[in-house]
């Protein structure tokens, strides 16, 4: 009776020891998809604020459009403080402050990424550019941590201008992955299947070459220079042999 008492015991304890260490597997689990991933999930939330403001501002640019015929001029709404185009939006760092802005609008990473904002310009020979009095058209740009920090979210699927990784924004550098855009806005700002970067080496440009190849080979190409054509890439970096 003994002996039989001692052997259910053990069989009892056997068991508790199986779900013991179930239960610590289980929470392991979990604990080591939050550990791994928590930089993509935080990436993520932060780009849907980042879209979220830039649909607002769109909104908010088409109703100023509405009242007064034109969008808003830099020194409105930039924190630059100056008539020049492209400039930044961050609305905690801009004065004077532009009241159609109803709540505060600024990249949460204010000081290393800003919203970029562009809009029409015109040209003085032998003086400059100079943004119109009354601009009509305007492109808000923005850089998406999922994209830019090697996260591997990144979803062709929702893309819509063919950014890929940073090849919206301003000639030459671009650098953006998202924007939005006013109706009849020029298209030269915004990436297409046939953007063309270069490759570096020793810090030269070598070769002019589709943006899918430097994706496709593994080549450094993020961070380099991108162009809308690949005519503009080799002029700009002086390529005999693209001619």
């Known amino acids: 009776m003994r002996n039989s008492t001692l052997i259910n015991n053990k069989r009892s304890f056997t068991l508790l020891e199986i779900l013991v260490v179930f239960t ?24 849907i604020g980042r879209k979220r403001d830039l649909d607002d501002a769109k909104k908010i640019l088409e109703q100023y459009l509405s009242d007064t ?3 808003p001029q830099p020194t409105q709404i930039c924190m630059e403080g100056t008539n020049t185009s492209p400039c930044h939006i961050c609305t905690k760092a801009q004065h004077p402050f532009f009241s159609y802005f109803t709540r505060e609008l600024c990249d949460p990473r204010h000081g290393t990424s800003d919203y970029l904002y562009q809009t029409d310009t015109y040209l003085i020979p032998k003086v400059g550019y100079f943004t119109s009095s009354c601009p009509k058209w305007f492109h808000i740009f923005t850089v998406l941590d999922s994209v830019s920090m090697n996260d591997d979210s ?3 699927a929702q893309d819509i201008w063919g950014c890929k990784k940073g090849g919206c924004g301003v000639n030459p550098l671009y650098g ?3 924007l939005v855009t006013s109706p009849g806005g020029p298209s030269d700002s915004v990436a297409t299947s046939n953007w063309y970067c270069y490759l570096s080496q020793y810090g030269r440009c070598v070769q002019c070459t589709p943006y899918e190849n430097c994706v496709s080979s593994g080549n450094d190409c993020y961070g380099k220079m991108l162009y809308p054509m690949r005519q503009t890439c080799c002029t700009a970096n002086r390529l005999s042999s693209c001619n």
Do not use: H, Q
């Open 24 to 47: 610590i597997f289980t929470m392991l689990s979990v604990v080591i998809i939050f550990v791994i991933k928590p930089i993509s999930i935080v990436n993520r939330a932060i780009d």
């Open 69 to 71: 015929g034109c969008y």
């Open 154 to 156: 990144y979803d062709p």
């Open 176 to 178: 953006y992955d998202y």
